[in-house]
Antibody, heavy 119, light 108 residues
Framework: EVQLVESGGGLGKPGGSLRLSCAASGFTFSSYSLNWVRQAPGKGLEWVSSISGSGNNIYYADSVKGRFTISRDNANNSLYLQMHSLRAEDTAVYYC????????????WGQGALVTVSS | DILLTQSPALVSVSPGEKVTLSCRASQRVSNNVAWYHQKPGQSPRLLVYGASTRASGIPRRFSGTGSGTEFTLTISSLESEDFGVYFCQQYNDWVSVTFGGGTTVDFK
C-alpha cells in the first residue's frame, strides 16, 4: 500500500523559513516523480513543484520560484520542500503527491501539512 | 499557463441522480486531463486520468470523456459518499500543471 506522510508544517513568520518532509513507502521510490501541491484555506489546488525520480529534473511554479527548493533522498525514501522568504499567501495545506504510472497526474496524496505564515 | 474553467461552480443533487461536470481548457491539452474528488478535511483522490481511464478501485458510475479543450465527468447515479468538491487537472504542459477551480456537489 502506498503511503505518503508529510511533516514539518506549523507557524512561520513573514520572511522566515520552514522545511517540509514527506516519508514514502509502498512503492519503488526512485522510479517516480514526486510533487508538492498546496491548497490555501477554502481555495482550490495549486501545483508548487515537482522532482523526477533521479532528482535531475526539477520544476517550480512561478509563485515560489527562487524561494522554495524541492529535493529528495532516494536512500531514505523521503521528499523535502525547503521554504524561504515566506509570505502570507504561502499559508496553505501542503500535500506530497506521487506521479502516476503514465506520469504527471497524481495517483496518491499524503494527508497534508498545514503551513501558516503570520507575524 | 493553461487555464481550466470548471462549471457549474455548485450543483445541488439528490442521491440516485445523474451529475455531469464540465472542464474547459484555454488551449488544447490532447487527452491529458485528470479528475479528482475531495471530501472536507481529506486529501484529493484520483478518479480519472487520460480523460477517460478510471483509476484503480474507482466505481463504474464515474466516467470521463473529452479531448482537446472540452472535458466532462459524469456520475451516473450519485451516492452519499460522492458529495464534495471535484477538480480537473491538465498535465499536457507537464512543466506547469494546472487545476480547475473546482465544482462543489452538495445535497439538494
Amino acid at each position: 500500500e502506498v503511503q505518503l506522510v508529510e511533516s514539518g508544517g506549523g507557524l512561520g513568520k513573514p520572511g522566515g523559513s520552514l522545511r517540509l518532509s514527506c516519508a514514502a513507502s509502498g512503492f519503488t521510490f526512485s522510479s517516480y516523480s514526486l510533487n508538492w501541491v498546496r491548497q490555501a484555506p477554502g481555495k482550490g489546488l495549486e501545483w508548487v513543484s515537482s522532482i523526477s525520480g533521479s532528482g535531475n529534473n526539477i520544476y517550480y511554479a512561478d509563485s515560489v520560484k527562487g524561494r522554495f527548493t524541492i529535493s529528495r533522498d532516494n536512500a531514505n525514501n523521503s521528499l523535502y520542500l525547503q521554504m524561504h522568504s515566506l509570505r502570507a499567501e504561502d499559508t496553505a495545506v501542503y500535500y506530497c503527491a506521487k506521479d502516476g504510472v503514465v506520469t504527471d497526474y497524481f495517483d496518491h496524496w499524503g494527508q497534508g501539512a498545514l503551513v501558516t505564515v503570520s507575524s | 499557463d493553461i487555464l481550466l474553467t470548471q462549471s457549474p461552480a455548485l450543483v445541488s443533487v439528490s442521491p440516485g441522480e445523474k451529475v455531469t461536470l464540465s472542464c474547459r481548457a484555454s488551449q488544447r491539452v490532447s487527452n491529458n486531463v485528470a479528475w479528482y474528488h475531495q471530501k472536507p478535511g481529506q486529501s484529493p483522490r484520483l478518479l480519472v486520468y487520460g480523460a477517460s481511464t478510471r483509476a484503480s478501485g474507482i466505481p463504474r458510475r464515474f466516467s470521463g470523456t473529452g479531448s482537446g479543450t472540452e472535458f466532462t465527468l459524469t456520475i451516473s447515479s450519485l451516492e452519499s459518499e460522492d458529495f464534495g468538491v471535484y477538480f480537473c487537472q491538465q498535465y499536457n504542459d507537464w512543466v506547469s500543471v494546472t487545476f480547475g477551480g473546482g465544482t462543489t456537489v452538495d445535497f439538494k
